[in-house]
């Protein structure tokens, strides 16, 4: 099955098609430049996820170079801390502002930790992924995944991406950056909904 994945994130394409797996043909926005992605304007993850699903979908995309799929699947996902209110949450990737670095956030989490005195112990965090299916316009569905865990502070790892250095899933020892991809992707938050995902297509 054909899928356009609403995003141009490497790192997000590559996970999307390896728990996806070979019964899915997946390309993202990088091969057809001519077309935007949305602005991120919802209050929710799922709010984004929707908006930037249905509104790609409704690009009427012709190319020479390969048949582009009707079906579209876009997501939207973050870290939550609860010491901190929920956030960074939908701000995840620009908590440090816009453009900012994966290592500019982290550091910005951690120094709002320190700041606010949060003892180690007290850092419980969540990764919250929701991905919306749509087609022509519509919303055809939406499909969430949550892995509970803790921040840890230093980093630890180098693989993974975003906040994966500090995030440590409950019943582990290793963060997600210190894991091997195999294990990550059976656990994340993006797993479960693309779990979810898969079993409604």
């Known amino acids: 099955m054909d899928l356009l994945l609403a995003t141009c994130n490497q790192h997000k394409t590559r996970e999307f098609r390896g728990l996806l797996?070979?019964?899915f043909e997946v390309i993202d926005l990088s091969s057809?430049?001519?077309v935007?992605?949305?602005e991120e304007t919802g209050q929710t993850f799922a709010d984004n996820a929707i908006l930037k699903a249905v509104e790609t979908s409704r690009c009427d995309v012709r190319t020479a170079q390969r048949t582009v799929p009707t079906l579209v699947i876009a997501d939207d996902s973050g870290l939550e801390v609860d010491a901190l209110g929920g956030?960074?949450?939908i701000y995840s990737a620009r908590y440090a502002g816009e453009n900012a670095t994966d290592a500019e956030n982290v550091d910005?989490?951690?120094r709002e930790l320190r700041a606010a005195n949060v003892a180690s112990d007290q850092r419980a965090a969540r990764f919250r992924c929701v991905i919306a299916l749509a087609q022509d316009g519509k919303l055809r569905g939406t499909f969430e995944g949550v892995v509970e865990g803790n921040i840890v502070d230093p980093p630890r790892g180098t693989g993974g991406f975003g906040y994966d250095p500090v995030f440590r899933p409950d019943g582990f020892?290793?963060?997600f950056a210190e894991m091997e991809p195999e294990l990550k992707n059976k656990i994340s938050h993006r797993a479960k909904a693309i779990a979810a995902l898969r079993e409604a297509i």
């Open 173 to 175: 020892e290793q963060t």
């Open 87 to 89: 956030t960074p949450g």
């Open 21 to 23: 797996g070979s019964d």
């Open 32 to 34: 057809l430049p001519e």
């Open 108 to 110: 910005t989490l951690l």
């Open 36 to 38: 935007a992605i949305p």
